[in-house]
């Protein structure tokens, strides 16, 4: 195949060829284009390394009518024109709203449901999907209105634990054992494409999904549960012996981070604690 013909480039003749589109391939059916909607999922790229593979990660989403970025301490700043130029079109529509974030607890901050991207991770115990199940689940939530978060680790180690740990549940792609790695912007490109396949809109939720009136807690809620839970154990000497401190914390976050919790429920598992802790302060009463 002559590699200018598939680019859109100039041909043997010297002339330039109109751009490839699916609907003048055989290979592929011509879809309907699709279109940006309000309710879709966040992506959010923990410490990205370089530049280039971020603008690579705005232009996969793009691909999918994905919009919403959200970096956490991309190691050389922002912004970055080495990303824009690697972005072609999508700079615009993504990397000029992206938003940066110090830390991937604030970038959830709003999240709901957050997914972990990963090939590690399986030491915690969370639900674990494939993209295709991750993204169907997705579908259903944000027709509930609840928010979803893509969460992808550096480019070359991924997500460490603590970042897995603040995920609701854990998705991995069926690769080859032996290369399973894949860069940065494949695996965007993966999680948006099943989010868009078929350009279908999200599915409704199954009647009786969740009683009517309750409200789902935030990922900063479930931030401040599992701090405040921390903080009170720790004040009872709960994390124990010494070298298994940090380990048990890890449990313990990550325990709370993949419990469908409601905000009601985040209400009564901070009294509970207050309540369970209180007669190992000084005062009469319970603590605040």
Request: glycine share 8%.
């Amino acid at each position: 195949m002559d590699r200018g013909q598939f680019s859109g480039g100039v041909n043997r003749n010297g002339r330039r060829n109109p751009p490839l589109t699916l609907a003048r391939t055989s290979r592929f059916r011509y879809r309907a284009p699709m279109s940006i909607s309000p309710v879709q999922p966040v992506v959010i790229l923990v410490r990205p390394q370089m530049g280039e593979n971020i603008g690579a990660a705005a232009r996969a989403m793009l691909n999918f009518a994905l919009t919403d970025l959200r970096l956490v301490a991309p190691r050389d700043g922002w912004p970055n024109p080495r990303a824009v130029a690697m972005a072609s079109g999508a700079a615009g529509q993504v990397l000029d709203r992206a938003r940066v974030f110090p830390t991937l607890a604030e970038a959830m901050a709003d999240v709901d449901t957050a997914y972990a991207t990963t090939a590690r991770g399986r030491e915690l115990t969370k639900p674990v999907h494939t993209p295709a199940t991750a993204m169907a689940e997705a579908r259903a939530l944000t027709a509930e209105g609840r928010r979803v978060a893509l969460v992808f680790g550096p480019e070359r180690a991924g997500l460490d634990n603590d970042d897995i740990a603040r995920a609701s549940a854990i998705v991995t792609v069926p690769v080859n054992p032996a290369f399973p790695s894949l860069n940065l912007a494949q695996a965007v490109l993966l999680m948006g494409y099943e989010w868009g396949r078929e350009a279908l809109p999200p599915e409704p939720a199954p009647a009786g999904r969740r009683p009517a009136g309750e409200v789902p807690a935030t990922r900063l809620e479930i931030e401040r549960l599992a701090d405040h839970w921390e903080e009170r154990l720790t004040a009872a000497r709960f994390f124990f012996p010494e070298d298994k401190a940090a380990s048990m914390r890890l449990t313990l976050r990550n325990l709370w981070s993949r419990l469908p919790l409601t905000r009601a429920d985040v209400q009564i598992f901070h009294g509970m604690i207050r309540q369970l802790t209180w007669r190992g302060r000084d005062g009469d009463g319970p603590g605040a």
